[in-house]
Nanobody, 121 residues
Framework: QVQLVESGGGLVQPGGSLRLSCAAS????????MGWYRQAPGKQRELVAT???????NYADSVKGRFTISRDNAKNTVYLQMNSLKPEDTAVYYC???????????????WGQGTQVTVSS
């Protein structure tokens, strides 16, 4: 069973930085795209950033120039470096990976448990 373990959330002052990590394990044959979503109280979950297997990236307009997504394929891990954080970045951040567990199998999304990021003075 594929499992994702997130880490790196916490409380930070406006203008500060945090780095989120998400490690996938458990019977993975290959990983396609990976990424991060977030959900603030009373709002829908929204895309933050994605990174494809070839390394191409995509960002929400609200985080462009401040956040950087990267991946370590050897470790099945995706990262989100968040700089110049703002109070409106406060949310629960969820990672996901799109994987297949065998050659020729279906591609399936798996989600992390979520990690809280709070930006406040």
């Amino acid at each position: 069973q594929v499992q994702l373990v997130e880490s790196g959330g916490g409380l930070v002052q406006p203008g500060g930085s945090l780095r989120l990590s998400c490690a996938a394990s458990g019977g993975i044959f290959s990983i396609n795209h990976m990424g991060w979503y977030r959900q603030a109280p009373g709002k829908q979950r929204e895309l933050v950033a994605t990174v494809a297997s070839g390394g191409s990236t995509n960002y929400a307009d609200s985080v462009k120039g401040r956040f950087t997504i990267s991946r370590d394929n050897a470790k099945n891990t995706v990262y989100l470096q968040m700089n110049s954080l703002k109070p409106e970045d406060t949310a629960v951040y969820y990672c996901y990976v799109n994987v297949r567990v065998r050659l020729g199998g279906f591609w399936v999304d798996y989600w992390g448990q979520g990690t809280q990021v709070t930006v406040s003075s």
